[in-house]
C-alpha cells in the first residue's frame, strides 16, 4: 500500500513538474511588474529631485549607484542560500523592504535621506529576484527560456510605466506624492505570499524533476569559467548602454531637442516598452534556434543603431531608440538560462549573480556616465555608448550547448 502510495505521490509529482504552470509564471511576472514599477520610479523622478535638492549630473550617478549596488550586492550570496535552504516567503519579505524604502522615499528631506531610501528599495529587490527566478524557472515545465522571458516581460513592463506614472502623478503633485504607489507594494505582498504557498507546497516534488531536465554539456571547469566571464561582460556592454537610457535619455532629449519633461518621459517610456517587447521575444526563440544565436543578434546586431542614435533628429530618435530597446532586451533571458545551463544546480546563485551583476553595472555606469556629463556634455555620453555593442563579438567564443525545442 506504501509502495502504491509513493509511485501514485511520485507520478503526481512527474506529471506537475513537467508542466508549464502558466498561473504561477503570471504571478510572479505580475509581482515583477509591481516591483520594477515602484524601482522604475527612482530614476523618473531625477528631473524633479535635480530641481529641487540642487543636484548635478554626478550626485544623479551616485544616487542610481547606491540603489543598484544594494540590488546586486546581495543577490548571489542570497542565491547561493535559497539553493541550499529555500524561502518560499521570502519573497514577500522582499517586498517589505521595497515598500518601506518608497515610504521613506516619499518624505525624503535631504539627500542623504535620498540616499537611504533608495538603498532601502535596493535590498528589497536584492531578497526578491533569486528566488523569483528560481520558481520561474521551477514552474518552466522544461521552457526555461520562455518562463524567464514571462517573468522578465513583468519586470520590463513595469520599468516602462514609471515614466509615464511619475509624469502623471510625481511631476505635477511632488515628491510626496510618491506615498500612494504604496499600494502597489502591498498588492504585491499578497500575490507573493500566494506564491510562497505554491513554492513550499511543491519544492519537494519538483526539485528532483527540475536537476533532472538540466542536462550535462562535457564542458570543462575551466571552459565553464570562462563561459561565464564572457556572459558577464556581455552584461556590463548590456547594462552600461541601458544606463545611458534610463538615466540620462530625458536629459539629452530636453537638452538636444528643448521638449518638456512630460514629453521626455514619454520617450523614455516607448523605449522602456520596446525594452518589453524584446524580453517576450528573447526566451522562447532561444528554446527554439538556441540561445547564442540571440545572444549574437541582441547584443552585436544593435551596434548598428547605436552608432546612429547621436547623429538622430527627434523623429529618428524615437524610432531608433525603440529599434535599440528591443533588440537588446532580447538578450538577458537567453543568457540567463545559457548560464544556468552551464551550471547545473545553482538555479538561485546564478540568477542571483546576473541579476545583481546587471544591477550593479547599470548603477557603475550611470555614476561614470554622469561624471562624463558634467566634465563634457550630455551628447557626449551617447557618442561614447554608442560603440559598447561591439563587445558582442566576444560571443563567438562561447560554446554550443542546451538542446533546441522542436
Same mark, same amino acid.
Given at each position: ?241 541601458? /544606463?545611458?537610457? @534610463? $538615466?540620462?535619455?530625458?536629459? !539629452?532629449?530636453?537638452?538636444? =531637442?528643448?521638449?518638456? +519633461?512630460?514629453?521626455?518621459? %514619454? ?105 562624463? /556629463?558634467?566634465? @563634457? $556634455?550630455?551628447?557626449?555620453? !551617447?557618442?561614447?555608448?554608442? =560603440?559598447?555593442?561591439? +563587445?558582442?563579438?566576444?560571443? %563567438? ?10
Amino acid at each position: 500500500m506504501q509502495n502504491q502510495d509513493d509511485q501514485t505521490s511520485a507520478a503526481l509529482a512527474s506529471d506537475i513538474a513537467g508542466k508549464t504552470i502558466f498561473s504561477i509564471l503570471l504571478s510572479i511576472s505580475f509581482s515583477h511588474l509591481l516591483n520594477d514599477t515602484i524601482q522604475s520610479i527612482i530614476p523618473s523622478i531625477y528631473p524633479v529631485v535635480k530641481n529641487s535638492f540642487h543636484l548635478n549630473f554626478s550626485q544623479i550617478g551616485i544616487i542610481t549607484l547606491v540603489f543598484q549596488l544594494t540590488a546586486s550586492l546581495f543577490q548571489p550570496l542570497i542565491g547561493f542560500y535559497t539553493d541550499r535552504k529555500p524561502q518560499p516567503y521570502s519573497l514577500a519579505v522582499g517586498m517589505v523592504f521595497t515598500l518601506t524604502g518608497l515610504i521613506l522615499l516619499s518624505q525624503a528631506k535631504n539627500y542623504a535621506l535620498l540616499l537611504v531610501s533608495v538603498a532601502v528599495i535596493g535590498t528589497g529587490s536584492s531578497v526578491f529576484h533569486p528566488e523569483a527566478s528560481k520558481v520561474a524557472y521551477m514552474a518552466s515545465g522544461g521552457r526555461r527560456g520562455l518562463a524567464q522571458s514571462i517573468f522578465q516581460v513583468g519586470g520590463n513592463l513595469g520599468g516602462s510605466l514609471g515614466p509615464i506614472l511619475a509624469a502623471m502623478i510625481i511631476v505635477p503633485f511632488g515628491q510626496s506624492s510618491i506615498i500612494w504607489f504604496s499600494i502597489l507594494a502591498l498588492l504585491a505582498i499578497i500575490v507573493l505570499l500566494n506564491v510562497g504557498n505554491w513554492y513550499n507546497h511543491h519544492m519537494n516534488r519538483m526539485r528532483e524533476k527540475v536537476t533532472e531536465i538540466t542536462k550535462g554539456h562535457g564542458l570543462s571547469k575551466t571552459k565553464v569559467a570562462w563561459s561565464v566571464v564572457i556572459l558577464l561582460v556581455l552584461i556590463f556592454s548590456k547594462y552600461f548602454y541601458m /544606463a545611458s537610457i @534610463t $538615466s540620462y535619455f530625458t536629459f !539629452y532629449l530636453i537638452h538636444k =531637442f528643448n521638449v518638456s +519633461i512630460q514629453i521626455s518621459q %514619454v520617450h523614455l517610456f516607448l523605449f522602456l516598452f520596446a525594452i518589453a517587447t524584446g524580453t517576450l521575444l528573447g526566451g522562447p526563440i532561444g528554446d527554439r534556434v538556441g540561445r547564442k544565436y540571440v545572444i549574437w543578434f541582441s547584443i552585436l546586431g544593435v551596434a548598428p543603431f547605436t552608432l546612429l542614435l547621436p547623429y538622430a533628429n527627434l523623429f529618428w530618435t524615437t524610432v531608433l531608440s525603440i529599434m535599440i530597446g528591443v533588440i537588446l532586451a532580447s538578450a538577458f533571458s537567453a543568457i540567463l538560462v545559457y548560464a544556468q545551463e552551464l551550471i547545473p544546480g545553482k538555479i538561485g546563485m546564478i540568477s542571483g549573480l546576473f541579476f545583481g551583476f546587471a544591477f550593479g553595472m547599470g548603477g557603475l555606469g550611470s555614476a561614470l556616465l554622469g561624471m562624463l /556629463a558634467d566634465k @563634457t $556634455s550630455i551628447d557626449h555620453v !551617447y557618442h561614447v555608448c554608442a =560603440f559598447l555593442p561591439l +563587445i558582442g563579438v566576444l560571443t %563567438v567564443f562561447l560554446p554550443d550547448i542546451g538542446t533546441k525545442r522542436k
